[in-house]
């Protein structure tokens, strides 16, 4: 499974993704390893919510999508399913701005794997940060 994540480094999901929601959002694969992905996303005018900032929704979207995404690189028979995801929100990601979504696994156990994600602005400094539980399930 990583090789299909390592062909489509440098290249936009909104054509490769198997996902609807993942094509949507439409970010671009900058590296990839077995458990471990780095995707960035241009903030467009539709992620932003009234105050013209990154709406919380859309920040939780990609997590849980690249959080997703992270588990398939493992390559297990099956679908990883979220039991939660738990997030801070802490600075505003800003309309134009391209943002980057680093995820690792941290365990990968039999029946359940707990992985970690930041978002990072331009500058570096970490827009938000989330763990989240995953269950695996039969397919």
């Not at 701005?97 to 359940?112: F, Y």
């Amino acid at each position: 499974m990583i090789e299909y994540f390592k062909t489509l480094i440098g290249k936009e999901t909104t054509e490769n993704s198997p996902s609807p929601f993942g094509r949507w959002l439409n970010g671009k694969i900058l590296a990839a390893e077995i458990g471990k992905l780095i995707i960035e996303f241009k903030v467009r005018e539709e992620f932003a919510n009234p105050a013209g900032i990154m709406h919380g929704g859309v920040l939780a979207g990609i997590i849980d999508e690249v959080i997703g995404m992270t588990t398939f690189s493992l390559g297990k028979e099956g679908f990883y399913v979220a039991v939660n995801l738990n997030i801070d929100f802490l600075r505003p990601g800003t309309i134009g701005q391209t943002v980057r979504a680093e995820t690792e696994v941290i365990r990968d156990g039999r029946t359940m794997a707990h992985v970690e994600c930041k978002i990072y602005n331009e500058d570096g400094k970490i827009v938000a940060k989330a763990a989240s539980n995953l269950a695996l399930t039969k397919r």
